[in-house]
């Protein structure tokens, strides 16, 4: 009934998987975070909010304080709403039970992890989980390039991320248009533009359909809708649209890297982030046909190696980097210059 409550039943049963409204009666759930980490360590917690500014906000915050995941509860008008919230709850309580139950193991045997183990398959997953493949490597490396463009795919654990890797552009002065397709409802990507935009100092915006893309921008795909560019002439604009959600997502990865491969051919980096599923896999194997290069982040820093993990086994991905590495090895592709 309140967060008070949740944590009294977290230290009596250690849980692997929370979920964890946004607004509760006596402790509210960003307060309650800490107090339930510490009773079930290694607990995955998703925040589940109605689709409001404020609850975008918070959600976002309690992101940050340490929650793995969101979900944003159905809206009251039918049930069409409901059924596709039954779905992403279901999905994301086995994925993310499973990863837990895999550290507790691991946790009480004391053995390493393997670097290279991407999350089993589930029957709400499908085949939208990458099939395990031993050892995936990167295939022919990063090359310095005259890259026009960086793409980045993100999911789960996707917020906390790109926070870490605008943080390291902003530094580092970007000097291409960065587009990036997140997750997340309309709202909550509203709130997500402005943190990063606080956290880098880059111009960040959602993108609006009809702009033309500047260098050193960095254009959010907004809630419910997909995002991509079209060349015209010496110019690329954005595109939005709200065509049929692609790997059950909306906006989704896919579209935007194959109409990047379209609009860049070989002058494109794309980026593939932490996040369940594979989305991003199709558009991914599109651009490094075309030429560009491929970046995907490791299982040792993802909250989900998911998508990135399809990447790697696909044989797509130039490099396999921690998160830490990405922002630099970005420059450097871009720069052309190491060190």
């Known amino acids: 009934m309140n967060g008070l409550?949740?944590?009294?039943?977290?230290?009596?049963?250690?849980?692997?998987?929370?979920?964890?409204?946004?607004?509760?009666?006596g402790m509210d759930g960003v307060t309650a975070i800490p107090a339930l980490l510490a009773a079930a360590p290694g607990a995955r917690i998703v925040m589940s909010s109605t689709l409001t500014s404020r609850n975008a906000e918070i959600t976002l915050k309690a992101l940050q304080a340490g929650a793995t995941d969101y979900l944003a509860k159905p809206q009251a008008s039918g049930l069409v709403g409901a059924s596709e919230f039954r779905r992403q709850l279901i999905e994301k309580v086995r994925t993310l039970g499973e990863i837990a139950q895999r550290g507790?193991?691991?946790?009480?045997?004391?053995?390493?992890?393997?670097?290279?183990?991407?999350?089993?398959?589930?029957?709400?997953?499908g085949d939208r989980e990458p099939q395990r493949r031993s050892a995936p490597s990167a295939v022919g490396g990063l090359t310095p390039a005259s890259a026009d463009v960086l793409a980045i795919g993100s999911s789960t654990g996707g917020p906390q991320a790109l926070r870490t890797l605008m943080e390291y552009?902003?530094?580092?002065?970007?000097?291409?248009?960065?587009l990036i397709t997140q997750h997340m409802p309309a709202m909550f990507t509203t709130i997500l533009a402005e943190q990063l935009a606080k956290a880098s100092g880059l111009d960040v915006r959602e993108g609006v359909d009809g702009d033309m893309l500047r260098s050193g921008c960095v254009y959010v795909a907004p809630g419910d809708h997909h995002m991509t560019v079209?060349?015209?002439?010496?110019?690329?604009?954005?595109?939005?649209?709200?065509?049929?959600?692609?790997?059950?997502?909306?906006?989704?990865?896919?579209?935007l890297f194959r109409s990047v491969?379209?609009?860049?051919?070989?002058?494109?980096?794309?980026?593939?982030?932490?996040?369940?599923?594979?989305?991003?896999?199709?558009?991914?194997r599109e651009g490094s046909a075309c030429g560009g290069q491929c970046i995907a982040q490791?299982?040792?820093?993802?909250?989900?190696?998911?998508?990135?993990?399809?990447?790697?086994?696909?044989?797509?991905?130039?490099?396999?980097?921690?998160?830490e590495d990405i922002g630099p090895a970005i420059m450097w592709v871009l720069s052309g210059a190491r060190g």
């Open 5 to 25: 409550e949740g944590v009294r039943k977290a230290q009596a049963v250690k849980p692997h998987v929370i979920i964890l409204d946004v607004e509760m009666p």
């Open 104 to 125: 507790a193991a691991r946790s009480q045997s004391s053995a390493p992890p393997t670097v290279n183990e991407a999350p089993a398959p589930s029957p709400a997953a």
């Open 169 to 178: 552009l902003g530094r580092a002065r970007i000097g291409v248009p960065v």
């Open 230 to 255: 079209q060349r015209r002439q010496d110019r690329v604009l954005i595109r939005l649209s709200q065509e049929a959600p692609e790997n059950f997502c909306r906006p989704a990865v896919d579209p």
């Open 261 to 284: 491969a379209n609009a860049f051919r070989d002058r494109a980096l794309y980026v593939v982030l932490t996040g369940m599923g594979q989305d991003g896999l199709k558009g991914a």
């Open 298 to 323: 490791d299982e040792a820093t993802s909250v989900v190696w998911g998508m990135p993990g399809a990447i790697a086994n696909a044989g797509i991905a130039n490099a396999i980097r921690p998160l």
